[in-house]
């Protein structure tokens, strides 16, 4: 199940950019969004506050002395801390110094105290809160210990490739072929592992591979290696090996057009657009039967929210190959996105009909129940979509992000959040690297005003992210938490928990 297991790609399905929304989350401050502070007259306090302020803060652009500005408003806030005023001044001025988490608390309060009414305020929270995100997930990308993920998502990861040429070698079909390889080799030990899910000592055994002199595999074990290393979250050195690769003249086109795939995939998840595509374009060139190379760019269009270029994608891939159940359900869950973007009726119905079809054809794709059930919540009929979650983990009964995917289903349908939350700590049982389910959790946690819980279990998922992008989404959630916790203690309230839907 590549898309609802989040894959490296991230492709389509419910992906974790969605679970704020999902749960009804607001970015910065979510569990304040119901309380809100008494109105209070005007006392000689806010006067004397108001004074201060003014002194030296009115023309914060043209002055830029942001250190005054916000040496001013400092002492207005100690004068009286719900003065909005001097806290958005301050919040701005912090901004411009490069003080993200003080801006940040000050914006959040003026979000509560405004009662959420002020665009502005909250536009502002929401910027600073992303590269506040983006800042620590720098920091920490840099540092981070890489994590292998589970065994059910690297099946899941590769089972969106029907032409990995690595992959498909290790089929029961190549065993026998395989005992007549010299059993010494670090590629042939390193593809036993693969075959037995023996995951840890893959890269090593690849590396050694590569330090042979004369290595018959050396492009094979080039491309095995970056594969892990993608997983793990090693893009620069995933990179590496791509790069060292597509540079052997004689390498097979069938590697050659996997590892644009995954390079083309890579340079999409570093924010580089015109690269990603342009790989898949040389892809498409080197190898234009390959029905990966539609399949996976047919993803990033849809992450583009490319619609019409994305179901063109899915349906040349389709065509080439038509046994491949993943691509005809990622074709037909395109269709309904596109559908939707469309605003038509009929469209949509034909193609929650054609997930009908598909299933029929293809009854053993958990992938196909797992987006069609994500379709269906999509529409509001949850208890159709509850069946279909239900029918894909009796398919897959060890894939977690689906565990996930029912207890948010059943906080909108039944408002059980105990239920939800049993699902979520059953997709934890499964599998304790699912960063999905404790960044869902802590994101509930979060609107049921648990915050200390939720900081624990944004944490966790820190320590799981493999990408820059998926722990700057994670540090906003953190650090958003952690801004609701300081100001529970400097405003002296408690805020409550937020309605879930």
């Known amino acids: 199940m590549a898309a609802s297991s989040k894959s490296v790609t991230d492709s389509a399905g419910w992906s974790k950019w969605h679970i704020a929304i999902a749960v009804g989350a607001s970015v910065a401050v979510s569990a304040g969004a119901v309380y809100y502070i008494s109105k209070r007259r005007k006392s000689k306090v806010d006067s004397e506050a108001t004074t201060t302020v003014k002194s030296n803060s ?212 570093q924010g580089d657009q015109p690269g990603a595509l342009a790989d898949f374009q040389l892809a498409t060139e080197l190898d234009p039967l390959n029905s990966d190379v539609f399949h996976h760019r047919g993803q990033l269009n849809l992450l583009m929210d490319k619609g019409e270029e994305a179901l063109n994608d899915f349906k040349k891939c389709v065509e080439i190959k038509n046994d491949f159940p993943i691509a005809h359900v990622q074709k037909c869950y395109t269709e309904y996105r596109y559908a939707l ?35 269906l919540y999509d529409q509001n009929d949850l208890e159709k979509a509850d069946k279909y979650f239900k029918k894909a983990l009796e398919i897959e009964p060890d894939n977690a992000n689906v565990y996930v995917h029912r207890g948010l289903l059943l906080l909108q349908w039944k408002q059980d959040i105990e239920a939800a939350a049993k699902l979520i700590n059953k997709a934890i049982e499964i599998d304790d690297r699912c960063e999905f389910a404790y960044e869902t959790l802590g994101t509930i946690e979060v609107q049921r005003g648990n915050l200390d819980t939720a900081i624990q279990l944004f944490e966790k998922a820190i320590s799981l992210g493999r990408t820059e992008m998926e722990l700057s989404h994670l540090f906003s959630l953190y650090e958003a938490a952690k801004a609701q916790t300081a100001l529970q203690k400097k405003l002296g309230i408690q805020l409550p928990a937020a309605p879930l839907f």
């Not at 390889?181 to 590629?187: L, R, T, V």
């Not at 840890?200 to 002199?213: P, S, Y």
Request: aromatic share 8%.
């Open 58 to 269: 009115v023309a914060i652009g043209p002055q830029r002395n942001f250190e005054l500005v916000e040496d001013d408003c400092s002492r207005a806030v100690e004068l009286n801390c719900r003065y909005t005023k001097a806290l958005f001044r301050r919040a701005k001025a912090c901004e411009q110094l490069n003080k993200l988490q003080q801006s940040l608390e000050d914006i959040t309060a003026v979000c509560i105290i405004e009662e959420f009414q002020n665009h502005n305020s909250l536009i502002m929270a929401d910027r600073v809160l992303k590269v506040l995100g983006a800042q620590r997930a720098s920091e920490a990308y840099k540092n981070r210990t890489a994590v292998m993920p589970s065994r059910q998502f690297i099946k899941s990861y590769f089972s969106a490739f029907s032409e990995d040429p690595v992959f498909n070698s290790i089929s029961v079909e190549e065993k026998e072929k395989d005992e007549t390889e010299d059993a010494s080799s670090g590629y042939e030990k390193a593809k036993e592992m693969l075959r037995s899910h023996d995951y840890e000592r893959i890269v090593d055994e690849c590396t050694k591979e590569l330090t042979q002199a004369n290595s018959s595999h050396l492009s094979e074990a080039l491309l095995l290696r970056a594969t892990f290393y993608l997983l793990l979250g090693k893009g620069e050195l995933a990179m590496e090996d791509f790069d060292q690769l597509l540079a052997i003249a004689e390498a097979d086109k069938r590697l050659k057009a996997n590892a644009l795939i995954k390079r083309g995939s890579l340079k999409m998840q």
């Open 341 to 375: 973007t469309q605003q038509g009726p009929a469209q949509i119905q034909t193609a929650l009909k054609t997930f009908d079809d598909i299933l029929e054809r293809f009854p053993g794709c958990a992938e196909g129940y797992a987006l069609y059930g994500q379709a």
